[in-house]
C-alpha cells in the first residue's frame, strides 16, 4: 500500500483543543530495572526464526570480572520486554588505553534481531530503524548513558576493537523503563484457562509499553500516534488501566490539528510540538467518530462530545462524498481504506460496512448533541441498501467485493460488526464464513484477527475463543512477550516491509485480547 505523501496540505491548528490535550498529557512512571542474566543468541533450525536464547552460567554480578576484547560480546537479559533508556559503567583493563573503545549496542525484542544483526539490511522502511548504535568512548572509567529511548528485552554490548593492549569491562547495567500506567492497576482475568490467562498476561504489557505520551502504535518504531490503532487501545485501556485522561488527550490531538477542509490525518508525530503527517486513510479518518463514540459510551462526557463532534462529522461528511447515487462507497487512490497490511483480498466491501459502522454510531453520538439526524438515517439507508442488493450473495450467503466478486472472510466480517443483515441472517453470515473461507489465510495482522474475533464473539462465542488461543497463543509460542505488528501463521516470517528485523514486536493493535476476553466471558 502507498500512502499519501503532499506536503502542500495546510493544516490548521485549534489551540482551544490543542491545549486541552496538553493538560491531558500524563506524567510518567519509571521503573529501575536490573538485567537478570547473561545470554548467547544460538543458531537452531528447529526455532521459527532460526534463533534461540542459551542462557550462560555467570551471574550478573560477575559481570565485572570479565574483560571484552575486540570482536567479544556479552548479551543482558532484561528478562522481559520494557521501553525506556539504557546506562552502564565501562572500564578498562590492562595497559592503558592507547586506542578508544569502539563499541556496537544493539537493543532486540527478539533474538532474531540479534542472530541477523551483521546481515545486509533491504527492508522497505528507513536503516535508521534498526535499533543499534556505534559509539567511540575516548576516556575510560565511564558512565555511559544513552540518550534515545528504546523498545527490548536483549542489549548486546559488542567491542568492535580496542587495542591488542587492553580490554573493556561493563558493571552495573541500568535500564529504566516507562509507561504513563502501571501493571499494578490492572486486575488479572483468572478465566479458568492458563492459555487465555497468559494471552491477556501479554495483551496488559503490550498496552502498557505502548502508553507513554499518547497512545504510540510501537514504542520500537515509528512511535507515533496512529488513528486506527488508538481506536483499538482506547478499547483495550477501558477494560484494563482506564486511563481516561491519555484517550482524551489523544482524540483532542486528533481533533486539533485537521487539515484546512476538517480531514483527519492517519497519525501524529508527538516528539515535540504535534505534527500531523500527510498520510490519509480512509477507514481511519472515520475511526475519529468511533474512537469518540466509545470513548463516550465508557465515561459521558459531554465537554469532550460538545468539542470533537462537529469534528466526527466531518469526517463523515467527508466520506459521504465517495458516495455515487446507488449508495456505493467509490474509493480513489489518494483516500486509500487500509482495513489489513494484506494485499490479497479486495477491500471496497470492508470500505462500504465500515461506513454503515460508523453512520450508525454518528446517529447515536447525534441523539446525545440534539443534532437533527434525518438526512443520516437516509443515507444509511442507502449504503445498507447497497451493501444488500448489489453485494449480497443470496445463494452463497456471503458479500462479494469488487469487480472480480470476491468472497473474503474480511468483508464479511466486516458486514457482520456492521450488522447490515437482521440478528438472524448476521448469525448465519458469520456460520457460512466459518464453513466457507476458514482456516484463515492472506491476512497479515493482529489488528484485521481482532475484528475477525469480535464478529465470531457476536454470533459464535466458542470458535472466537479458540482463534484467540490459537493466534496470539502462537505468538506466545514462538517467544512472544508483548505482540506483534504482523504474523501470518501459515507464513510466520511475514513482514510487509520486507524484512523482519523492522517489524515491531511490541504493537498497539495486537493487545485486544485483553478488552475482547474481559467483555465477552463475562457476558
Request: charged share 20%; proline share 5%.
Amino acid at each position: 500500500m502507498e500512502f499519501q505523501k503532499n506536503q502542500m496540505i495546510k493544516f490548521k491548528h485549534n489551540s482551544k483543543l490543542l491545549e486541552k490535550a496538553q493538560q491531558a498529557k500524563p506524567e510518567l512512571k519509571f521503573e529501575k530495572i536490573v538485567p537478570q542474566r547473561t545470554v548467547e543468541i544460538v543458531p537452531d533450525h528447529e526455532e521459527l526464526f532460526g534463533y534461540r536464547v542459551a542462557p550462560l552460567s555467570h551471574r550478573i554480578t560477575e559481570l565485572n570480572q570479565m574483560a571484552f576484547g575486540k570482536g567479544e560480546r556479552v548479551i543482558l537479559d532484561l528478562g522481559d520486554h520494557h521501553v525506556g533508556n539504557f546506562q552502564i559503567k565501562i572500564d578498562s583493563v590492562g595497559s592503558p588505553m592507547d586506542a578508544p573503545l569502539w563499541l556496537h549496542v544493539v537493543f532486540a525484542e527478539l533474538p532474531v534481531e540479534l542472530g541477523t544483526i551483521h546481515e545486509d539490511y533491504h527492508g522497505l522502511l528507513s536503516s535508521s530503524w534498526l535499533a543499534e548504535e556505534y559509539l567511540h568512548l575516548d576516556v575510560l572509567p565511564s558512565l555511559l548513558k544513552m540518550p534515545r529511548r528504546y523498545a527490548c528485552r536483549y542489549i548486546m554490548l559488542e567491542v568492535l576493537d580496542t587495542s591488542p593492549k587492553w580490554k573493556a569491562v561493563f558493571n552495573e547495567p541500568l535500564f529504566t523503563a516507562e509507561s504513563a500506567v502501571s501493571l499494578d492497576q490492572v486486575s488479572k482475568l483468572n478465566s479458568g484457562d492458563s492459555v487465555l490467562d497468559r494471552i491477556d498476561q501479554v495483551s496488559c504489557k503490550t498496552l502498557h509499553d505502548c502508553m507513554q505520551d499518547v497512545f504510540e502504535d510501537g514504542p520500537k518504531r515509528d512511535r507515533r500516534l496512529w488513528l486506527g490503532d488508538l481506536r483499538l487501545q482506547a478499547l483495550s485501556n477501558y477494560a484494563t488501566f482506564d486511563n481516561q485522561q491519555l484517550v482524551k488527550r489523544c482524540s483532542y490531538l486528533f481533533g486539533g490539528l485537521t487539515t484546512e477542509d476538517g480531514q483527519i490525518s492517519a497519525n501524529i508525530f508527538t516528539q515535540r510540538e504535534p505534527i500531523p503527517d500527510d498520510t490519509f486513510l480512509y477507514d481511519y479518518s472515520l475511526f475519529f467518530v468511533s474512537t469518540l463514540a466509545d470513548y463516550f459510551e465508557r465515561y459521558h462526557d459531554l465537554t469532550v462530545l460538545k468539542d470533537l463532534f462537529p469534528i466526527a462529522q466531518q469526517q463523515l461528511d467527508l466520506a459521504l462524498q465517495l458516495m455515487n447515487q446507488d449508495g456505493q462507497i467509490e474509493l480513489n487512490s489518494k483516500w486509500p481504506v487500509f482495513i489489513d497490511w494484506s494485499q490479497e483480498f479486495d477491500k471496497a466491501a470492508c470500505a462500504q460496512a465500515v461506513t454503515i459502522y460508523v453512520v450508525k454510531q454518528l446517529l447515536e453520538l447525534a441523539k446525545e448533541m440534539n443534532v437533527e439526524v434525518k438526512s443520516y438515517q437516509k443515507i444509511l439507508n442507502k449504503l445498507t441498501n447497497f451493501a444488500i442488493e448489489k453485494l449480497y450473495d443470496q445463494q452463497r450467503g456471503l458479500f462479494m467485493s469488487g469487480a472480480e466478486k470476491e468472497f473474503s472472510i474480511a468483508s464479511q466480517v466486516w458486514m457482520a460488526l456492521a450488522k447490515v443483515l437482521p440478528p438472524a441472517e448476521n448469525h448465519a453470515l458469520m456460520e457460512t464464513t466459518q464453513k466457507e473461507l476458514f482456516p484463515i489465510s492472506g491476512i497479515a495482522t493482529p489488528y484485521m484477527y481482532h475484528h475477525v474475533c469480535a464478529a465470531l464473539f457476536e454470533t459464535q462465542h466458542s470458535a472466537a475463543l479458540d482463534l484467540i488461543k490459537s493466534y496470539w497463543g502462537s505468538m506466545i509460542e514462538y517467544g512472544a512477550d508483548t505482540f506483534w505488528e504482523a504474523f501470518q501463521p501459515e507464513n510466520p516470517t511475514f513482514s510487509p516491509y520486507q524484512s523482519m528485523a523492522i517489524n515491531s514486536y511490541c504493537h498497539a493493535w495486537s493487545c485486544t485480547p485483553a478488552y475482547l476476553l474481559r467483555k465477552y466471558l463475562k457476558s
